[in-house]
């Protein structure tokens, strides 16, 4: 309860200090339908100890559509305490709802001691439960919506290979961000030469469930924007879109 407490201050201090914000607004697609919508932002904020900004928030927010929700409502709701220069994690918390099921969780990174406190608050049959664990961790661990970030910010290179240890609810697994070389991307937001970039998974098995695959497309430019993310899922095929960038 006490880590809890403390997350939730670090958020209201995020608030009141907070400068240097990047908004990324995504059109959301499945199957070349447009189902919703995924808002991403990234700020400065400054610790409990320290005025200036040491540590980032990421605030990812993606819901369904009107249409959609009549017939399988889709919520994401994630807030993320990174590490301003690497983006390695420190904190998270997370509420998905997908139709009548609601899943969330929050964990904190505890590095001193190599450990991930976990806690997961269950509401499938409007019984809540709690599920707390403690995980071992070796070095530093990413939440996978962070490392895409990163990477902005990061000199992109054709061949280049990135590896990252990255923490998924109960599991710590490795993958391999290979850049590939740039093709012509169009998104609502702008038209550009981008550098493809494919995460695999360091174990040879498949990134994601059922045979998935990603792929992300930044900008071959200063900015470097991740203008679309891809995601091969069992059903079909799922899309960001960038269609606004917002600084601040």
């Not at 929050?106 to 019984?127: E, P, Q, S, V």
Request: overall charge positive; aromatic content about 12%; proline content about 3%.
């Amino acid at each position: 309860m006490i880590r809890i407490v403390n997350i939730i201050f670090v958020l209201l201090l995020s608030i009141i200090f907070s400068q240097n914000t990047h908004t990324f607004i995504y059109k959301t697609k499945f199957k070349s339908l447009n189902v919703g919508t995924t808002q991403i932002i990234i700020k400065d904020y400054p610790t409990i100890t320290d005025s200036d900004a040491k540590q980032k928030i990421i605030t990812i927010e993606s819901f369904s559509n009107k249409w959609i929700d009549l017939l399988y409502k889709l919520r994401h709701h994630s807030t993320l305490i990174v590490n301003r220069n690497d983006y390695s994690l420190l904190a998270l918390t997370q509420k998905v709802q997908q139709g009548d099921y609601i899943d969330s969780y929050n964990a904190t990174i505890n590095y001193l001691d190599n450990i991930i406190y976990y806690n997961n608050f269950k509401d499938l049959t409007n019984t809540t439960k709690e599920e707390s664990l403690i995980i071992p961790i070796e070095g530093k661990v990413y939440e996978p919506f962070a490392i895409v970030y990163y990477l902005q910010n990061l000199n992109l290179k054709t061949n280049q290979k990135h590896i990252f240890n990255y923490y998924a609810k109960k599991n710590i697994k490795s993958l391999k961000l290979e850049v590939f070389n740039t093709e012509d991307i169009i998104t609502p937001y702008i038209k550009s030469p981008c550098y493809l970039v494919v995460p695999n998974s360091t174990s040879g098995d498949f990134l994601l469930k059922n045979k998935g695959e990603m792929k992300i497309w930044y900008t071959a430019d200063s900015l470097q924007l991740p203008i679309k993310i891809q995601q091969k899922m069992r059903h079909g095929i799922m899309e960001l879109l960038l269609i606004d960038y917002v600084t601040e």
